[in-house]
């Protein structure tokens, strides 16, 4: 399996930004696809998680309302829409893959693969 994350970049304040995480080999559909991030000097922490059979998304509490993630099932690929950016917004967003069982959670040690992360900048 191979996740391949793409759509970072520089923002203004108050700007929206979507990412895109496209999965290859991956056996079926019974997987779960979440997004983390790293800040500089802080631990990586969960954003949102779908899960590809069902749809079924769930978030952070502190992103719920701003961010969104869908996925687009032809193209095997999960997006994390991302509204109202701030600074503190700016990490590494990385995503990930359960395909064990195809459950969302924000531990990360259930992931099996991981993308390479892709650079998000929110500019003051």
């Known amino acids: 399996v191979q996740l391949q994350a793409s759509g970072g970049g520089l923002v203004q304040t108050g700007g929206s930004l979507t990412l895109s995480c496209t999965a290859s080999?991956?056996?079926?559909?019974?997987?779960?696809i979440a997004w983390f991030r790293q800040a500089p000097g802080k631990e990586r922490e969960g954003v949102s998680c779908?899960?590809?059979?069902?749809?079924?998304?769930i978030y952070e509490d502190s992103f719920k309302g701003r961010f969104t993630t869908s996925r687009d099932h032809a193209k095997n690929t999960v997006y994390l829409q991302m509204n109202r950016l701030e600074p503190q917004d700016s990490a590494v967003y990385y995503c990930?893959?359960?395909?064990?069982?195809?459950?969302?959670?924000?531990?990360?040690?259930?992931?099996?693969?991981w993308g390479q992360g892709t650079q998000v900048t929110v500019s003051s």
């Open positions: 080999g991956v056996a079926d559909e019974y997987y779960a």
């Open positions: 990930a893959a359960e395909t064990t069982i195809g459950a969302c959670s924000f531990i990360q040690g259930t992931y099996d693969y």
């Open positions: 779908l899960s590809v059979d069902d749809g079924r998304t």
